[in-house]
């Protein structure tokens, strides 16, 4: 196999890797922020209703889509990576 494609497979490798493991801590971040603006003693009733709104569908976004799309990233990812690290190992001379 050309090194070019090994390269360009590893390359898609870590991009879907690291692209996989930030859905995780973003989406865990805004959750974060909406559940800390709830907290807030100064917030007025309709942002309260409009956070809350936000915070459910961010909740419900996160199980339903963005969670199982960071899992099969991160699967694809790490079998690239292994294909290409594999390939290097038992490669014809």
Do not use: C
């Not at 003693?41 to 459910?56: A, C, D, F, V, Y």
């Amino acid at each position: 196999m050309k090194r070019n494609k090994l390269t360009a497979i590893f390359l898609t490798g870590a991009i879907l890797l690291l692209t996989g493991t930030t859905l995780w801590p973003y989406t865990n971040s805004v959750i974060q922020a909406h559940q800390q603006t709830l907290q807030n003693p100064n917030i007025n009733q309709q942002q309260k209703w409009q956070t809350e709104g936000s915070l459910e569908w961010w909740q419900l976004a996160k199980i339903t889509t963005y969670d199982p799309i960071a899992v099969i990233l991160i699967t694809a990812g790490l079998i690239a990576l292994l294909y290409v690290t594999l390939w290097a190992i038992i490669q014809p001379q």
